[in-house]
């Protein structure tokens, strides 16, 4: 499953590159900077910059988009590196939805796994 696991030279090697301002889309907090917080650029869209893709790329990150269709969430996602992956898989970080989903569905998401707050 795509999940972000950062061992603590990653964690050492992503705190200078912060400091540095070279991961811009990404913050760490939480105990000892453990959790990590993605920030979306919406000027990504226009300028295509490759840093901003690697973030989703290096960390192997997937979204899934159910019962929408939401072209701006899906070019964001997109311009930061994650995948789409197909709307029956499990294999995903995200799930954006476009109706409340089901409670089964709610309880078996894992720590990783977000969902969107206010459907639509």
Request: charge should be neutral; include cysteine; glycine fraction near 4%.
């Amino acid at each position: 499953m795509p999940a972000v696991n950062q061992n603590k030279e990653d964690l050492e090697s992503s705190s200078e590159e912060e400091e540095q301002g070279a991961h811009h889309c990404i913050a760490w907090s939480g105990n000892n900077r453990k959790v990590p917080i993605l920030i979306f650029h919406a000027e990504a869209l226009m300028t295509k910059d490759n840093d901003v893709r690697s973030i989703g790329a290096r960390y192997h990150l997937a979204y899934k988009i159910v019962r929408t269709e939401s072209r701006l969430v899906r070019s964001i996602l997109t311009v930061h590196g994650f995948h789409e992956v197909h709307p029956n898989s499990n294999d995903f970080n995200l799930m954006w939805t476009g109706s409340h989903p089901k409670p089964f569905i709610l309880r078996g998401l894992l720590e990783f796994q977000k969902v969107n707050h206010f459907p639509r």
